[in-house]
């Protein structure tokens, strides 16, 4: 990265007479800085966070950015008690959705004229294969076949199949990541044209599908032009759609609901206003064409404006420009800089427009944020977010034109004072992106249950929200540990609640009392140190682990409830319970907890179970324990429909003791009926009782942990049963073997073409060619003879011969 010859422009700090609960890292000043909101009562906190761009499904890549943003919002709120209005926009039209949603109108119709796979259909996804070859893998011959691919694709590209870059001993980057999404796509297509003739409905479906890729760019760039962009349904068919599957998605990451959402499309008028302003300012010029570009140079001339001030480095990067201005941005010849950007775009042939002073046209992609943010939260912001990728030139070029919007000629305008950017998202290595097809989507991985929403949220707590995270094997087993720490530790603190401990004598308190007040400092001090949560959930950890090893005995119950309550309000502070408030005083995390309908009977047969277990081992279930045990827990005759399995559960087991007491059954048959309760009937109910030496079994749910060792230990013993049977069966078949060969009399046992003349007793003395047998082998031979001769005797007498 290269050095800015610029210097850092000062920041100005927010002003107020209030002490700043925490410090953030701040974009803008690339350091921590005091939080200081721009209300004077310190409590108002204004924030705009950039929101999807809806053309297709959101990834893994994206949950990071959002659910990383909820966690911040969360702690903010939650635990520093800010007052916060957050909004978020949804993009609903830019040169992606343009091109994306074209295209697909386009493919529909050209799907429609062609019901069925005809020759013209193979002649345009031949040409179309033909043109995305040329275009996005030049190394590979111009009139390639597709049965030529994969040897060509070997030989021209097999460097970066191999993983390595193109050329050289680099390693792979972007670049060849981009080469890799191109090859996987003409692979398919290519495989899609070889395919023998298409008759049935699944194989014309799976021609679309391996050519649709490189039928979507054919086709736009011979109709796109000629589309009615006056119809906006072409792309907003598109958007709701997938603006709808972005709003299924994070609710099913727990992330909460933006205060206000904003849309592009909705925003015409204002954003034509906004850029009339800018226009008017001096801060942007129009061109020929209608389209109107924001002046870097006329805005640096004003004191105290500064261009590129998230990542200056980046200001003459042109790839970066570039792809801000977007694909179907056409290069001006009359742009005053090349650093110059679209504010707003005259609209080709096939594009949407909208009314402005300069012509139709369409909002350029950076000013929409500027000015719906303007527009509900006024001329400055406290917070400004996104990914680590809209520094620039998204972010810097927002806060020109905002700044150019809302400064005056006196000086310049502060329009964000902290901007917030979240670090990408990496698996092995590789950042996830649309552009390159290479992510899992977040109903993919959550379906498939790679992930759910806590388990995922809890990764991102674990790394810094301003680092890059790569997932790793190591970090997936730090994140199912912790999980599995909190869960086991509300396990217990549920059964406390059950059953409290009466013989508590509370001389550990103090200790466990010191760690819980150095716990609660630590993270008070990590989440105002920039909403350190690694070090927040070290010291949850190490809290709980200290709790584990103290002596249960001599810890009071109340001080251990406080000890949860706490940890309940940090956990759900980061959205790691769902919707639960992290006010309501309560204990716990879902999933710990048996259904409600459940737990008046469980914990009566729980009891009982007990109980009989504790006299069956002891030796002391007589008739009369028996009773007394079984008339604690009377059924009424009837419950709630969602009781009933529980219910009966219960009446079995109480029939069942009472059976086993008729019949005067040992004690070995108490407890495998107790055996049977806790591995069959409730486990079938989704409910375990975890046996524990000189107390009470613990009542706890099946979990995916109980389920995995439970898997584990069948798999065992079904291999030890296999592994038994085999040694069963090959001892059978070698003793059915033995006594076969029993059957036969020593004399005939070798007259067979190996040889030509024998003994009296049958033992061969020629071989087949007349000579002598050896004497060595005949001596083999003889003791042969002597087994056989043993066999074939045992034989007769089991005979009775």
Not at 215 to 226: E, M, N, Q, V
Not at 297 to 323: C, I, M, S
Not at 463 to 487: C, M, N, P, Q
Not at 572 to 581: N, P, Q, V
């Amino acid at each position: 990265m290269a050095a800015s010859t610029r210097t850092q422009p000062p920041w100005k700090e927010p002003q107020s007479t209030v002490s700043p609960k925490l410090k953030v890292w701040n974009s803008l000043t690339r350091t921590k800085n005091d939080f200081i909101p721009i209300d004077g009562q310190g409590k108002k906190v204004t924030w705009y966070s950039c929101g999807p761009t809806v053309y297709d499904d959101a990834h893994l890549g994206h949950a990071r950015n959002y659910v990383t943003i909820d966690i911040l919002r969360r702690v903010m709120a939650d635990y520093f008690n800010y007052d916060l209005k957050f909004v978020q926009n949804v993009t609903d039209v830019d040169d992606k959705i343009i091109l994306r949603g074209r295209q697909q109108h386009l493919l529909s119709e050209f799907k429609a004229k062609n019901p069925t796979l005809s020759q013209e259909v193979f002649d345009t996804a031949t040409k179309a294969f033909d043109a995305y070859v040329q275009k996005n893998l030049p190394l590979l011959k111009a009139d390639l076949k597709p049965e030529e691919f994969q040897t060509q694709s070997k030989e021209k590209y097999g460097h970066v199949i191999a993983g390595k870059a193109l050329e050289g001993d680099a390693p792979a980057s972007d670049k060849e990541a981009k080469i890799k999404m191109h090859l996987k796509t003409v692979a398919s297509a290519a495989t899609a044209l070889m395919a023998p003739e298409k008759a049935t409905e699944e194989e014309v479906e799976e021609f679309w599908t391996g050519t649709e890729d490189v039928l979507l760019p054919y086709l736009d760039s011979l109709y796109g032009s000629s589309i009615d962009a006056a119809d906006h349904s072409i792309f907003t068919k598109l958007t709701k759609k997938y603006e709808g599957r972005f709003n299924e998605d994070m609710k099913s990451l727990n992330v909460l609901e933006p205060d206000v959402v904003t849309r592009v499309t909705e925003y015409g008028p204002q954003i034509v206003e906004f850029v009339g302003k800018i226009v008017a300012n001096n801060y942007a010029y129009q061109t020929s064409d209608g389209s109107v570009y924001f002046d870097i140079e006329a805005f640096e001339k004003t004191p105290g404006n500064h261009y590129a001030r998230l990542e200056p480095w980046n200001r003459t990067n042109q790839d970066l420009v570039a792809d801000g201005e977007g694909a179907l941005t056409k290069k001006s010849t009359e742009k005053r800089s090349e650093a110059d950007f679209a504010l707003w775009k005259s609209s080709k042939p096939g594009e949407p427009a909208w009314p402005s002073p300069w012509g139709p046209g369409r909002p350029g992609w950076h000013i929409e944020c500027s000015a719906m943010a303007s527009d509900v939260l006024g001329e400055q912001v406290d917070i400004h977010s996104g990914g680590i990728d809209l520094c620039f030139p998204h972010h810097d070029n927002e806060l020109a034109q905002s700044e150019g919007y809302w400064c005056n000629k006196e000086g310049g305008h502060q329009w964000v004072n902290y901007f917030m950017h979240m670090g990408h998202l990496s698996i092995s290595g590789s950042k996830m992106s649309k552009s390159l097809k290479n992510f899992t989507t977040i109903r993919e991985a959550l379906a498939r249950g790679d992930w759910t929403a806590r388990s995922l949220r809890i990764i991102f707590l674990l790394g810094g929200w301003h680092d890059g995270v790569e997932i790793t094997d190591e970090l997936r087993k730090a994140g199912s540990s912790f999980e599995k720490t909190i869960t086991n530790f509300f396990y217990k603190v549920r059964d406390l609640e059950a059953h409290p401990n009466t013989t508590s004598t509370g001389t550990e308190d103090a200790k466990l009392r010191a760690e819980f007040e150095s716990a609660q400092t630590t993270v008070h001090n990590a989440l105002a140190d920039s909403f350190d949560t690694p070090t927040a959930l070290r010291a949850i950890s190490k809290l709980i682990t200290e709790y584990n090893s103290a002596d249960k005995v001599g810890l009071s119950n109340d001080l251990i409830f406080d000890v949860a309550r706490w940890i309940t309000r940090i956990i759900r502070t980061f959205g790691l319970d769902g919707s639960a408030s992290p006010h309501d005083n309560t204990i716990g995390w879902s999933g710990i907890d048996i259904p409600a309908a459940s737990k008046d009977f469980v914990y009566a047969v729980s009891r009982e179970r007990d109980a009989v277990r504790q006299h069956a081992i002891a030796g002391s279930l007589t008739d009369d324990v028996l009773n007394s045990i079984i008339a604690k827990d009377t059924l009424e005759k009837q419950q709630d429909a969602a009781a009933v399995p529980y219910a009966e559960v219960l009446s079995s087991f109480q029939g069942s003791l009472k059976r086993l007491a008729e019949k005067k059954a040992p004690a070995k048959e108490y407890l495998a009926l107790c055996d049977k309760l806790r591995d069959l009937d409730l486990w079938d109910l989704g409910i375990y009782l975890e046996d524990r030496e000189n107390a009470p079994a613990m009542v706890r749910p099946v979990d995916a942990e109980l389920k995995a060792a439970r898997e584990q230990r069948d798999l065992i013993a079904k291999q030890k049963r296999e592994a038994k049977e085999k040694r069963e069966r090959e001892e059978a078949e070698r003793k059915a073997k033995l006594a076969e060969q029993a059957k036969v009399k020593p004399q005939e046992m070798f007259r067979t073409e190996e040889f030509s003349a024998w003994d009296e007793d049958g033992i061969p003395v020629k071989d087949r060619e007349g000579a002598d047998v050896p004497k060595s082998r005949g001596k083999k031979l003889r003791k042969e003879w002597e087994r056989q001769r043993k066999l074939y005797e045992e034989y007769l007498k089991t005979a009775g011969q």
